[in-house]
Structure formats: C-alpha cells, structure tokens
C-alpha cells in the first residue's frame, strides 16, 4: 500500500459516522495538489469498498470531481469502476451495472485494454450473480481478448480461470479443468503461487464431480501447503476444508473428521469464526450417522454456542454504531444550544462596545489602507520589473544552452564524426589490401571496432543533444524514438499521449523534451525502477506531463533542502515556461512527478 499512513486514519475514525469519516479524510489531504489528492481519495475510498458503502461512494464523488476539475479522465474512470465494485458488495445491483458499463466507456476513450479487461472480469461476476451465464462468459472472453491485446499475462490469467468457473457451474468439468491448466501455466510463467494454489482448488471441485477423488485430493493437498509456505493461513484452513468435503463424498468418515479436526485447530488459532461453525457443524453429522450421539451431541452444543456468538457480536457492532451515532448527535445539539446561548449574551455587549470602536477603527482603517495600497503598489512594481528579469534571464540562459548544444552537436557530426567516417574507409580499404594477406593481424581488427565504435558513439552523443525527431516530427515523434532507445528488458517504459495532435513552438518542445530527458536520467541513475509510465496529455490550454515509477522512491523534504542539480534544471526549465511541478514520492513507495504547463 502506498500510502500507510491512510490505513492508520481510517483504523481511528471507524466509530465515526460517515459524514465525519469523509470530512477528516478530505481535510487531511487539503494542502495536496488536486490531481494527488484525487488519487488518494480513490486509495482510501479501495481500503472500505466492502465495509463502507457511504463512504466509499462519498470519496469517489470527491475525487470524480477534482479530476473533472484538472481534466484528469483517467483518475474518473477509476472512480466509477470503484463506485462499481462497492456497489456490488453494497447488493446495489441497478448501480453496479450502470457504474461498470460507464468505466469501461470511459477507459476505452483512454485506450486503456488492461484496465477495460479489468472491468470485464469483475461485470462477468456480476452477470454470474444475475444468473446471465451467456453475458458472463462472454465478459470472461473479452476480458481476456483486451488483456492480450496489452500481454498483460496477470489479467489474461484471471479471466480465463473466470471462464474455467463458468464451465464447472454449469457442469462441464472437462471444458473447466481445460481452462484452470491454462489459467495455471499462465499462473506458473508468472510466479504467482497463490494464483496457482485457486487453480488447483477449482480443479479438484471438478475432479471430485467426476468422482475422481485420489485426484482431487492430491490437488488440495498441493494447493495446502503452496499456501502454508505463502503464510496464508485463511486460505490453507479452507483448502482442509476441502479435503474434508472430498472425504465426505467418497465416504471416509474418519478420513473427514480427521481433517475437521485439523481445520478446526487451525480456525481457533487465527479465530476464524464462520469457518469453525462450519467445522461443528460437519462434526456433529459425521458423529451422528457414525452412531456417536454423545460427541454428537457435544460438537452440536458448541455449534449452537458459537452461532449465538457470532449473532450477538454482530448484533452488539450494530448497536455500538448506533449508540455512537447517537451520541455524537446528541453532543452536536447540546453544543449547538450552548453556543446559541452564548452567542446572545456576547452579542448585547458586543453592539454596545463595537458602536464606540467603529468610528475609531474607520478612521484608522482609512489611514492604513491608504498606506498599505501606496506601500503595496510600488513592492508590485518592484515584484513585476524582478519577476521580468528573472523571466528574461531563464530565457537567455535556457536559450543559449540550446544554442550551445546545437552548435556541439553540429561540430561533433560535421567534424569529429566526419574524421572517424574517413578514418573507418582507409582502415576498411587497408583491411582489404591486407586481406591479400595469409592473416589479418589483429591489431589491425581491434583499430577497426574501435573506430566503428567510436563513430557510433559520436553520433549517438549528437543525436542526444539535438534528436532529429524533435526538430523534424516534433515533440511526440522526439519523445517516442527516446523511449524506444532507453526501454529494454530490465526497465519497461509505458508512454501515453492524448491530445497532442497540432506541434508547439520549438523553444516549448525543446524545453519539455529536456525535462523528460533529465527526470528519466535521475529515475534510471538513482530509483533503481523497472517500470516507468509517462503520461502527456493535452487539454484545451494546458499540457501535462506525468512520469511515475515502481522505484525506491526518496524523503521529498530531504530532497527540498538539498535541491540537486538535477531538480533545479527542472524546476528552472518549468518556470521558464510559466508551468508548475510537484512531486509525490517516499522511501520504498515509488515516485510520482506532475509537470503542468500553460500552452
């Protein structure tokens, strides 16, 4: 999670009503930049999507309306999709439908496929719940043919394992058992062994259909202890569970209880109560038909127990939130007539004593604001003729920086890059008189590579300074040739552009390249990220620019007392061009930077 400090907030306020809960939530993060703080909104709004219904659909609004605000599309169509999800949990069924169909709307707009395949899998659920089993499978499918569309392998995974649970519902367990050894190559490429661990649970619901029971539970068993060694202690008791069911339908009674018993132990320990009122339950039957009635009997008193024990905390949480709620009303209205009360009686010796001082204070006020305005508008003099030097003095200096990289990359082409291409003939020529030779010393090879390699490097060094996409094709072809140069295996870079049809004036693109160009240097140099995502956008009169990164992220008030090399260029070119930037970064959470620019 990338922001802990939310958890902690949302922990503190859970007795609160929602009304308030929302409030301190939005007051916490009121200092932020409002595309961020739509961000976090949406972040704090995904730790209650089931547990707060209100607050939830509360924080979404909220951050629907900044990103509306900011033209952020993307950050809306998250929103909606999380208004979806809580929605479903909430059983708000007309909503959920309406809410899912509108994301996936809106994230096509975006060209986002990983984020549509997203939404697809979750409406596929929500069509299975309908019992629409022609539109769920249909929304397995499509999210399946967008998640390759992007090779996101994660989401392919999920929906064909979504597909794989269609089949066995309808009781097509050779189709279903298909599909989850696909789902769990697919699992297995990736590394995900608890995903690996859901696969091998559905396979052995399908091996013991087909009353393959040795089968099913071999699957089980592997599927216990992938989860054991993941510590997932909930999942490893319900795959006992399991076995014990599978037990069940092959008629190994004591097989079964032994397994209860071990599900049992370990439900007590982590206190999972639902789960160990299943274990009574499934107890007190095997004992039953096995004659037992005695410990029947005793499983069935605990049954029993454990039932009015988990009715009675519910009930007493219902309660609880009642009475919190009210009252906190109740203080609400004896604070309200206390300080009607109050306001009265200051408000009578308030009138009386304000009549003395008005005439005073408007006197007085005259005079100081006439002084404050003469004072104020000569320091606005003063401010505007320092602002303009500084204006003109960014410019002249970011303009023969230009200037001065032109005029190396031309020397470095038209000289140093024209020497080595001569030098490279003559030894090309050499080598061919010496290939007459027995043998070509190797001297005379490595001169070459080294010549080859100097030359290319000459130009590689020109290119950078002045890219030829920049000033042929503009910005974007510049900024997409500079990305195909640094991505590779080891650092995946993601680029989004919308809106950016018509080119801006050279010294503009000039300009924000160089950004790009510094912010990917310091990622690569000191973030230690694999994934980099650029996003330039393009709405009505502003640009924006946003890079983040899954790196190592740093502390940014350490950074503002240091203020590097590196951050001043950036801030200096920004300001250069009337923009602002912000950044959004700490140890271990990755870095988020937001450059918006006036065009």
């Not at 994230?107 to 984020?115: E, G, K, P, R, V």
């Not at 009674?253 to 132990?265: D, F, S, T, V």
């Not at 306001?343 to 604001?369: C, G, P, T, W, Y």
């Not at 320091?379 to 190396?408: G, V």
């Amino acid at each position: 999670m990338r922001y802990p400090a939310i958890l902690i907030l949302l922990l503190c306020l859970n007795a609160v009503s929602a009304q308030t809960l929302t409030d301190s939530i939005i007051k916490k993060f009121t200092h932020e930049h409002d595309t961020i703080k739509a961000a976090k909104y949406i972040e704090c709004a995904a730790l209650i999507q089931n547990k707060d219904y209100a607050n939830c659909i509360k924080l979404c609004d909220a951050a629907i309306a900044l990103a509306q605000k900011n033209s952020r599309p993307f950050l809306v169509a998250d929103a909606t999709f999380l208004k979806g999800l809580t929605s479903y949990f909430a059983g708000e069924y007309d909503a959920t439908l309406n809410y899912y169909l509108t994301a996936i709307r809106q994230f096509d707009q975006l060209h986002n496929n990983t984020a549509q395949a997203k939404v697809y899998n979750e409406l596929g659920f929500f069509y299975r719940k309908q019992k629409n089993d022609t539109a769920a499978l249909n929304s397995f499918k499509d999210a399946y043919r967008l998640a390759m569309a992007d090779h996101n392998e994660a989401v392919m995974a999920t929906a064909v394992n979504n597909q794989g649970v269609w089949a066995q519902d309808r009781g097509d367990h050779y189709t279903a058992l298909q599909l989850f050894k696909q789902a769990q190559a697919l699992y297995i490429k990736l590394g995900d062994s608890i995903g690996v661990s859901y696969t091998m649970d559905y396979s052995a619901v399908s091996y013991a259909a087909q009353k393959k029971y040795m089968l099913a539970t071999e699957l089980q068993t592997e599927s216990y202890y992938i989860r054991l060694r993941q510590k997932d202690t909930n999942a490893a008791s319900l795959s006992v569970f399991s076995l014990a069911e599978i037990a069940l339908e092959e008629g190994k009674q004591l097989q079964a209880k032994n397994y209860l018993l071990q599900c049992l132990a370990i439900s007590e320990r982590i206190k999972y109560k639902e789960l160990s009122l299943q274990c009574y339950k499934k107890l007190a039957e095997i004992c039953n038909n096995a004659g037992d009635a005695q410990s029947a009997y005793r499983y069935h008193v605990r049954y029993a127990n454990l039932n009015e024990e988990i009715f009675n905390e519910k009930r007493s949480k219902q309660i609880g939130e009642l009475q919190t709620k009210y009252e906190t009303d109740k203080r609400l209205q004896q604070i309200t007539i206390l300080t009607k009360d109050m306001e009265l009686k200051d408000n009578r010796h308030r009138i009386q004593r304000n009549l003395f001082i008005s005439v005073l204070m408007l006197i007085l006020i005259a005079v100081i604001a006439f002084y404050f305005f003469y004072k104020g508008k000569k320091q606005r003099e003063k401010d505007q003729a320092i602002i303009f030097e500084k204006e003109q003095r960014s410019k002249a200096i970011i303009e023969t920086e230009a200037k001065e990289r032109m005029r190396i990359a031309r020397d470095l082409h038209d000289g140093i890059a024209q020497t080595m291409t001569a030098a490279k003939m003559q030894l090309e020529h050499f080598m061919e008189e010496s290939g007459k030779m027995p043998q070509i010393p190797d001297s005379l090879k490595f001169a070459y590579d080294l010549v080859v390699d100097s030359a290319r490097e000459v130009r590689t060094i020109s290119h950078s300074m002045i890219p030829n996409a920049l000033i042929k094709s503009g910005l974007v072809a510049a900024v997409r040739d500079f990305v195909n140069r640094m991505g590779n295996e080891k650092l995946k870079i993601n680029l989004i552009v919308l809106g950016l049809e018509e080119r801006f004036n050279s010294n503009t693109e000039t300009v924000i390249f160089r950004v790009l160009q510094e912010l990917i240097s310091n990622i690569i140099k000191h973030a230690q990220a694999n994934e980099i995502t650029i996003q330039l956008i393009r709405e009505n009169n502003e640009l924006t620019l946003m890079v983040e990164d899954n790196g190592r992220g740093f502390d940014i008030e350490k950074a503002a007392v240091r203020d590097g090399i590196g951050l001043k260029n950036i801030r200096s070119r920004v300001e250069y061009l009337n923009g602002s930037v912000s950044f959004d970064s700490a140890p271990g959470k990755g870095t988020t930077i937001v450059v918006e620019i006036p065009v």
